[in-house]
């Protein structure tokens, strides 16, 4: 499962990306986020996600597909 949020011309942002226990460790992800990647890659010139630093199984597929660390980012909540 993955959702595209906001999205321009110039970029489109993943979100939501998610798959079930049961079917990680198949290259369901891979295959799948790749390709809808490639799709959304004809419409906008980029495509952004955010990923937790801890979610290594995370991070390690958006790496096998393409993407690359340029920033960081924080999110600060307010009581």
């Given at each position: ?11 489109a942002q993943i979100q ?64």
């Amino acid at each position: 499962m993955c959702n595209v949020g906001s999205a321009s011309p110039f970029t489109a942002q993943i979100q939501g990306v998610w798959t079930p226990e049961d079917m990680r460790g198949h290259g369901y992800a891979t295959h799948a986020l790749g390709e809808i990647c490639n799709h959304l890659l004809d419409e906008h010139h980029t495509l952004c996600l955010y990923v937790n630093d801890f979610n290594a199984p995370a991070i390690a597929l958006y790496e096998r597909i393409g993407f690359a660390r340029v920033g960081e980012f924080r999110t600060i909540l307010l009581p």
